[in-house]
T-cell receptor
Framework: DTAVSQTPKYLVTQMGNDKSIKCEQN?????MYWYKQDSKKFLKIMFS???????INETVPNRFSPKSPDKAHLNLHINSLELGDSAVYFC???????????????FGEGSRLTVL | AQSVAQPEDQVNVAEGNPLTVKCTYS??????LFWYVQYPNRGLQFLLK??????LVKGSYGFEAEFNKSQTSFHLKKPSALVSDSALYFC??????????FGSGTRLSIRP
């Protein structure tokens, strides 16, 4: 059973299109994230949801809209795609930081978005 | 603001030799520190973490890391490198709830 699964794994599309990436985790975690990894392999956090509530919203264009229908799912919708959006997008989950949980991340395999 | 630095883009080591991948951090408060590994076309995998306690922490695949508060470092080490250790390694810091910041990554290359 895959712990954090993302679909699609590859996405090739034209500039100006709208696309979505879906993520599901079966680990029972309460926090989910989207990270963007660029061509130089830099990883930057985009969003984080805790129990369906947005708790981290980094400086991301508002063309990017996350949605969390429940705590096991976090989807990413991107409007009006631009060339610079080409990257690998990683979904991750963790159990929130508490006295007994230290919140290490579990990552999906990534979704490689190519905008032409 | 919290940050983490990996000063080496690439580390090259011969198989069987010890390896070190460097990481320094800057946080306010007590740091929670992590190492992750990324193999080609894969997601990141958790290797080990430092939360509190013993400064030397052991993790997966024979890796360990040493927390040094005075030098604000958390270097990853392995006594004897394997070719299969070749991958991209990320140091990360977490100092507030639910926000983890990653370093720029270090590519580890182990030659046979």
């Amino acid at each position: 059973d895959t712990a954090v699964s993302q679909t699609p794994k590859y996405l090739v599309t034209q500039m100006g299109n709208d696309k979505s990436i879906k993520c599901e985790q079966n680990l029972g975690h309460d926090t989910m994230y989207w990270y963007k990894q660029d061509s130089k392999k830099f990883l930057k956090i985009m969003f984080s949801y805790n129990n369906k509530e947005l708790i981290i919203n980094e400086t991301v264009p508002n063309r990017f809209s996350p949605k969390s229908p429940d705590k096991a799912h976090l989807n990413l919708h991107i409007n009006s795609l631009e060339l610079g959006d080409s990257a690998v997008y990683f979904c991750a989950s963790s159990q929130g930081l508490t006295a007994t949980n230290t919140g290490e991340l579990f990552f999906g395999e990534g979704s490689r978005l190519t905008v032409l | 603001a919290q940050s983490v630095a990996q000063p080496e883009d690439q580390v090259n080591v011969a198989e069987g030799n010890p390896l070190t991948v460097k990481c320094t951090y800057s946080v306010s408060g007590n740091p929670y520190l992590f190492w992750y590994v990324q193999y080609p076309n894969r997601g990141l995998q958790f290797l080990l973490k430092y939360i509190t306690g013993d400064n030397l922490v052991k993790g997966s695949y024979g890796f360990e890391a040493e927390f040094n508060k005075s030098q604000t470092s958390f270097h990853l080490k392995k006594p004897s490198a394997l070719v299969s250790d070749s991958a991209l390694y990320f140091c990360a810091v977490k100092s507030s709830a639910s926000k983890i910041i990653f370093g720029s990554g270090t590519r580890l290359s182990i030659r046979p």
